[in-house]
């Protein structure tokens, strides 16, 4: 333990601390937020804290868990203390995420259109036209301008060596940058001081880039194309995240009853009356959108949306069957992806991945999974998971049961020292696992947030980052390159 | 007393808009973050900020002391806020009860913070947004309280007049600024620019409403001038002074204010939207500032000079 001014820092011993080095000396770019953060006391961290909580509550920046007894809404657990990505650390996050956007892109186009990666055998075709993702409805579609991720918020994890690896792709509908906005207005206004001697890049412009993306890819030749959000409702978990964006785009927020399809064309009920709608921001699952294509009892969709998206006469972002991509099986065969779409090695590397599919990855993972972690490939949000090392024996022995009975649902990876960060618990900094989302915008150019969501396990000892399962989340910085 | 309340709202939001930017560029672009508490001076013209407490503390404290706090700086909303609780007193019986309580605690509020002091930005910024709500209380209570009579015409055109001139002089003192900025130079940072000046003038939520999150300088500037349904545009300004000179009128001859008022509202309202998307405009603003203190004059020779 260390302890400069009047508060105490646990440096990590296990993993790669992102602001200390081995010797426990903080890194050169975390330097002036240690010296910023030791000039506090701790009654005036508590203040700030305070009223940091306060500002959380009044601004009603909230979540929903599922199936809570005490409360539906949750405020996101924000830590003060940022995360800090040097220019040139970020430049290769930024050209890493550009190139597996691209590919993932690709991919899926492909296995909608041609199919040539089945064909050659890249990626096994049982793998991907088995998942419940793929949707058999949507081959030979092509979306407009052949975009169908135009939102990607991608899980980067660090390991023990402090390289970054991606740990999950979210092509579907990926959440969290609206806190992503929101953590940023909460520094500014709790602790300014911290900014002083950083040169921290903007993020205030997503909302400006997000609404260029979705007009982007609006068929309609129109001088305005109109774009909406379309959520499930106030009952989503991620309801404030739609509004928050909506707001901030100037776009409506509207439901599935608030829109209809008539000579395949999509408009929404306005006061003044229809109005034609080109662009669709989806926050429904693809399989609510359209009951009459997917699920049949949805009450969340638009009848006939789909005859719309076929007919091109609505874009719809992401599109739907893009969720493919998603999947933790299809991720292992990532980096060959690459490899066969573009010619070219990943810039950034992914965790060793066992296929269930696969017979002998299954052979190992049956033999080995107290020392893995097992997922089921089509879940998210930390549901469904083994932690091996963590388990006890009878967790371990009913989860083999499952994954004997399909072991196509399931992949399993090596435990992996998330990297860990300063935090600030009961009177002290203590480190606490993290991983990065930084999110990915697909429009006429792919552009990536200089930022992103650093979700925090906030349990000690934890690797389970999500916020349904107590994870929090911190400011991210990247830094502007020197001279810019 | 409109127009003190009116100008306390338009201190307490420049001051958070502003302590907002300058926390979000003083370690990117310090000089972004120096001019923007600079522009306050040109804003409220003879105002005063005094020498910052120490080398030491954030650019922004001696800007949030001096416009916050300082009684004795004739545009603090201290001062504002003060003058304003100083004239509803004097007309207190014709007051609803529901606005002098809350002008009164709204001051009482502020008076204790300059007492005790306040130390560093993020409480400045609990204390601002505290007033801010507090003023918006009060033109609440005047608004659901008031009788429309001679009282309240004479009091929303105080307002009016202040919204007016002050819109005027903050567009004066940012947009040349703006308009000379290089968008390539730092694409974010130069829409925050923008951004920025919207919420300056409480106008964001409305653009968006009008033009998505697009912040391109040939639509922001019409919609700040010449927006009909904005309450903050230039162009709504003058037709809710041009309204409130009419009806305390009477409907009789044309007074010099009405006149001035007139041809300059004719003027906005038929100007063309490809001439205001150029830009700073400097000279038509010089103009609307220089007619609205003539109205000024012409409404105290008019009206209260005995």
Known sequence: MLCWGAVKWVPETAAYDEAF??????????????????????????????????????????????????????????????????????????????????????????????????????IPPELVLSRKEYKRELLRVTPPRQIYTHVVGTDIIRNDRGEFLILEDNCRCPSGVSYVLENRNLLHRVFPEFFTRYPVRSIRDYPRLLLDTLLWSASRATENPVAVVLTPGIHNSAYFEHSFLAREMGVFLVEGRDLIVEDSYLYMRTTGGRQRVDVIYRRVDEDFLDPLTFKRTSLLGVPGLMNVYRQGNVAIANAPGAGVADDKAVYAYMPALIKYYLGQDPLLGQVPTYVGLRKDDFAFMRDNLASLVVKTTGDSGGYNMLMGPFATRKEIDAYATQLKKAPGNYIAQPLVELSSHPTWVDGSFEPRR???????????????????????????????VNSSQGGGSKDTWVLAPRGS | MGRYLERSENLTRLLLVTEDISSETQGLAEQVAQSAWKDLLAIFPSSHVGPPASAFAPMSMAYLAGFYLDAGNPYSVHYSLRRARENARSVREALTVEVFLALNETFRALEAHARRGLGDPPSFRDALTSTHKGLFTIVGAIEHTFTRDQGWLFLKLGEALERVYRTALILRAKLPGLAAAEPRADVALYYTQWRTLLRALGSLENYRRSYGARLEPELVVPFLLLDPHSPRSLRYGLEAVKDQLERIAGGGEPTAAVRLVGRLHADLAYQDQRVAGGGADTAFLERVVDIMGQTHDALSAQYFVT
């Open chain 1, 434 to 464: 993290i991983d990065l989302r930084p999110f990915i915008l697909y429009g006429e150019t792919i552009r990536v947030l200089p930022g992103g969501l650093t979700r925090v396990a906030l349990r000690p000892g934890s690797y389970v």
């Open chain 1, 21 to 122: 080095d081995r010797s426990a000396a903080p890194r050169s770019h975390y330097r002036p937020l240690v010296t910023t953060l030791e000039s506090f006391t701790l009654t005036e961290i508590a203040r700030r804290e305070r009223l940091q909580k306060i500002s959380l509550v009044d601004q009603g920046i909230t979540f929903t868990v599922y199936g809570e007894k005490d409360g539906l809404e949750r405020i996101f657990p924000f830590d003060f203390v940022p995360r800090i990505i040097p220019a040139r650390e970020w430049e290769l996050i930024e050209a890493g995420l550009i190139q597996r956007v691209t590919a993932l892109n690709l991919f899926i186009a492909d296995i909608y259109q041609e199919q040539k990666c089945l064909q050659d055998k890249v």
